[in-house]
T-cell receptor
């Protein structure tokens, strides 16, 4: 069974710092990997999707990398702002396997606080 | 804008009183998912539909049922809510692509269920 781990569980930094959030997964037979943001009491907002054949994706100040063979992904946040404060979740989608086709396996998230 | 909509955003019910949560989507995605998320935990998949094909997770309690009357709508029915069912319920959609792939998974804002 796929296990997804995110380190650190919580992070508190001053505004302006560059950050790296880590995600690791145990089964490298993934179809893609998705990073989400979740604000308190809200749903999940998709930030970046990386296909298994890709090495990285960028959106604004966010950059996500994927090393499928080693089971790792990182989310890099440049020049962090207080508005970036949220929980960031990593999720991997397994390749086709019967009834679990299309299922996402989530990590527990990194809770980020950026203070002014 | 195309989106995933959940109603209500907040639902309060009494112990044992049936409740229905609603999800609709304008993305025309063929796959819809229901997740349960408790505080500081990763979302837990309850079931998903690929078109009208229903896929139940092995550990989803019988107390939880789902209906998908058409492509746009999906319902989560909790037949006899217990205190342990208090959680955020998240609906998500995705498109299954040709060749067994999937695109991104998009989430609604969630319904916060309180059981008194």
């Amino acid at each position: 069974k796929q296990e997804v781990t995110q380190i650190p569980a919580a992070l508190s930094v001053p505004e302006g710092e560059n950050l790296v959030l880590n995600c690791s997964f145990t089964d490298s037979a993934i179809y893609n990997l998705q990073w989400f943001r979740q604000d308190p009491g809200k749903g999940l907002t998709s930030l970046l999707l990386i296909q298994s054949s890709q090495r990285e994706q960028t959106s604004g100040r966010l950059n996500a990398s994927l090393d499928k063979s080693s089971g790792r992904s990182t989310l890099y946040i440049a020049a962090s702002q207080p508005g970036d404060s949220a929980t960031y979740l990593c999720a991997v989608r397994q390749q086709q396997r019967g009834s679990t086709l299309g299922r996402l396996y989530f990590g527990r998230g990194t809770q980020l606080t950026v203070w002014p | 804008d195309a989106m995933v909509i959940q109603n209500p955003r907040y639902q309060v019910t009494q112990f044992g009183k049936p409740v229905t949560l609603s999800c609709s989507q304008t993305l025309n995605h063929n796959v819809m998912y229901w997740y349960q998320q408790k505080s500081s935990q990763a979302p837990k998949l309850l079931f998903h539909y690929y078109d009208k094909d229903f896929n139940n997770e092995a550990d989803t309690p019988d107390n939880f049922q789902s209906r998908r009357p058409n492509t746009s709508f999906c319902f989560l029915d909790i037949r006899s809510p217990g205190l342990g069912d208090a959680a955020m319920y998240l609906c998500a959609t995705s498109r299954r692509l040709a060749g067994s792939g999937y695109n991104e998974q998009f989430f609604g804002p969630g319904t916060r269920l309180t059981v008194l």
